[in-house]
């Protein structure tokens, strides 16, 4: 098929796709920073206090998220913040509404473009979505998850409607951080660099630009989309997916906690349904988990192994 060039409080679990989300809660107002030394003795013991209360202050579990990288990453932050340790930083966040938005902006790292990685969305429209849409499938059901601002979601319902157009796919979207989703939701604010890679056509079908130049999504693409909150790691997946998009998500998970996403991903997808991955990202043992490695980026789930438990 012939595509056109690209031109370049945590929610109750529920698993996607079965139960709509429940209005967002706002945060309490927080003040002030607390300061104590910052040592190599007491920044393991800051860190393990660190991530208890951020379980408590925001529901985020960072058990499954890679500690070295995270502590560094994190303390850096801190001293951003004016906090001397994690310690003073969890303080910070308890009191001071700022520092607990400072915290989940920066965790939550949602860097992200329309067509991000062209290549891979080539092979999604060439070779992938030819398969999964072989009769007499119709449409397709879709999760996008860590769907950051929604480009990614925007993407693959603007690729649907070129290549099959009047066909109602499900697309979900999901994503850990309620303040991205929204934006996402809202489909409003992208600048140019997020469209570079959108054919001028394209864009002309599918985006509006206002008079600061900032571009929105039309309302048609915006409703093929449900967005709400999930948290990947912790609140069960949906079933019966054909298409399960995860990418640059997982940079800072645990290799435990990647192989047990992945195992999930895996029970998510109908059997033939296929798991799309970041550019950079390769599903380790793979054949293990169920799915058979496809092109790059690309793995196709076959039946669960057996002897297999999945968290
Ligand atoms: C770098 S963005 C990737 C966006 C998009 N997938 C892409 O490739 O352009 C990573 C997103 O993953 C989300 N995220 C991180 N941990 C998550 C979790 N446990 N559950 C759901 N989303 C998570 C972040 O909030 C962020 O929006």
């Not at 796709?17 to 104590?36: D, H, K, Y």
């Not at 979601?153 to 690729?159: H, I, N, Q, R, S």
């Not at 850990?176 to 469209?195: F, N, S, V, W």
């Not at 630009?209 to 693409?221: E, F």
Request: aromatic letters at 10%.
């Amino acid at each position: 098929m012939a595509t056109p060039a690209f031109d370049r409080s945590p929610a109750p679990a529920a698993a996607v796709g079965e139960r709509p989300q429940p209005p967002l809660q706002p945060r309490p107002a927080l003040v002030a920073v607390a300061t104590t030394p910052l040592d190599e003795a007491s920044a393991a013991a800051d860190y393990a206090h660190f991530v208890a209360r951020v379980r408590v202050l925001t529901g985020i579990d960072l058990s499954g998220y890679k500690a070295p990288q995270m502590q560094r990453r994190l303390l850096a932050l801190a001293t951003r913040q004016g906090a001397p340790s994690l310690r003073a930083f969890a303080q910070a966040m308890e009191r001071d509404a700022k520092a607990l938005e400072a915290f989940q902006n920066f965790f939550t790292i949602n860097v992200s473009e329309f067509f991000r990685d062209p290549a891979r969305w080539t092979a999604l429209a060439e070779q992938v979505l030819p398969k999964l849409m072989q009769p007499p499938r119709r449409a397709l059901r879709i999760w996008s998850a860590g769907c950051s601002i929604g480009a990614e979601p925007y993407t693959l319902a603007v690729l649907l409607d070129e290549l099959y157009p009047g066909v109602a796919h499900t697309i979900f979207a999901t994503d850990i951080d309620e303040t991205t989703l929204r934006r996402a939701a809202g489909g409003t604010g992208y600048g140019e660099t997020d469209l570079r890679n959108v054919a001028p056509s394209w864009r002309a079908k599918h985006f509006r630009q206002a008079n600061d130049g900032s571009w929105s999504v039309t309302p048609a693409l915006k409703s093929k989309i449900t967005f709400r909150r999930h948290d990947m790691l912790r609140e069960p997946a949906g079933q019966g997916f054909d298409l399960v998009v995860c990418r640059n998500v997982v940079i800072y998970f645990t290799d435990a906690a990647k192989q047990q996403l992945y195992g999930r991903f895996h029970d998510a997808l109908r059997p033939g349904g296929v798991l799309f991955v970041g550019g950079t990202e390769v599903v380790s043992n793979a054949r293990d988990l169920g799915f058979t490695p496809w092109l790059t980026s690309f793995y196709v789930a076959g039946p669960r192994p057996a002897n297999t438990t999945r968290g």
